[in-house]
T-cell receptor
C-alpha cells in the first residue's frame, strides 16, 4: 500500500493562509489524491480531491506536484472552525477502493 | 438530508463480553464501510460492503469480529468476545460507488468503545 508523510502538527493564526504538505512519493496508482479532515469527536469529512492539476472548491485549494509525488492543501483564510486533523490519502491502487489514512496533520488555529 | 447514523455513541463493557454496533448509511448509498480508529491514529478499514456483499474483509479479525448487512442497507458490526485492545472508535461510512470515479465517503460520528 502507498504511504504518505505529513507533519504531525502545524499552527496558524486566524485569518491567515495555511499550507498543509503531503509527500506520497511511493504512490503507484493513477487514481485521485484525496484530502479529508476530522474535527474533534466527529468522523472524517471530505475536503477536496484532485488528479493532476490544481483544484479549488469552497473549502480549500489543492496543489498537486507535476510528478504527483506530493500535494499541498491550502486553506486561504484559516478560521477557528478549521482546527482539525487533516488526512492526505494517496491514490488507490488500481482495482481497489481502499483509503489509507495515515496519522494526519493536527492543525491548531490561534485566535 | 440525514447523514450516516451510528448507535450507540458510547459503549463501556467488561472484557470477554460481546458488543454490537449499528449503522444506517445515507439513503441510496450502495457501499458501506466499517473502520476502526485507535487513539492518535487514522481510521483503518475493517470491511467494505457493496450492497449485501462483503467485497473486502481482509482486515477484519475473523476470530472475534463479524459483520452483516442484511438487505443491503443497515449494517451491524459485532465483537465477541471483546478484548482490552479493542478499545477504539468504530466508524461507519457510506458512498455511492461509481466505477472508476471519485467516491466520496460520508462518515458517521462513530461509536467509542471502552473495554475494561
Amino acid at each position: 500500500d502507498a504511504k504518505t508523510t505529513q507533519p504531525n502538527s502545524m499552527e496558524s493564526n486566524e485569518e491567515e493562509p495555511v499550507h498543509l504538505p503531503c509527500n506520497h512519493s511511493t504512490i503507484s496508482g493513477t487514481d485521485y489524491i484525496h484530502w479529508y479532515r476530522q474535527l474533534p469527536s466527529q468522523g472524517p469529512e471530505y475536503v477536496i480531491h484532485g488528479l493532476t492539476s490544481n483544484v479549488n472548491n469552497r473549502m480549500a485549494s489543492l496543489a498537486i506536484a507535476e510528478d504527483r509525488k506530493s500535494s499541498t492543501l491550502i486553506l486561504h483564510r484559516a478560521t477557528l472552525r478549521d482546527a482539525a486533523v487533516y488526512y492526505c490519502i494517496p491514490p488507490r491502487t488500481s482495482g481497489t477502493y481502499k483509503y489509507i489514512f495515515g496519522t494526519g496533520t493536527r492543525l491548531k488555529v490561534l485566535a | 438530508e440525514a447523514g450516516v447514523v451510528q448507535s450507540p455513541r458510547y459503549k463501556i463493557i467488561e472484557k470477554k463480553q460481546p458488543v454490537a454496533f449499528w449503522c444506517n448509511p445515507i439513503s441510496g448509498h450502495n457501499t458501506l464501510y466499517w473502520y476502526r480508529q485507535n487513539l492518535g491514529q487514522g481510521p483503518e478499514l475493517l470491511i467494505r460492503y457493496e450492497n449485501e456483499e462483503a467485497v473486502d474483509d481482509s482486515q477484519l479479525p475473523k476470530d472475534r469480529f463479524s459483520a452483516e448487512r442484511l438487505k443491503g442497507v443497515d449494517s451491524t458490526l459485532k465483537i465477541q468476545p471483546a478484548e482490552l485492545g479493542d478499545s477504539a472508535v468504530y466508524l461507519c461510512a457510506s458512498s455511492f460507488r461509481l466505477a472508476g470515479g471519485h467516491n466520496e465517503q460520508f462518515f458517521g460520528p462513530g461509536t467509542r468503545l471502552t473495554v475494561l
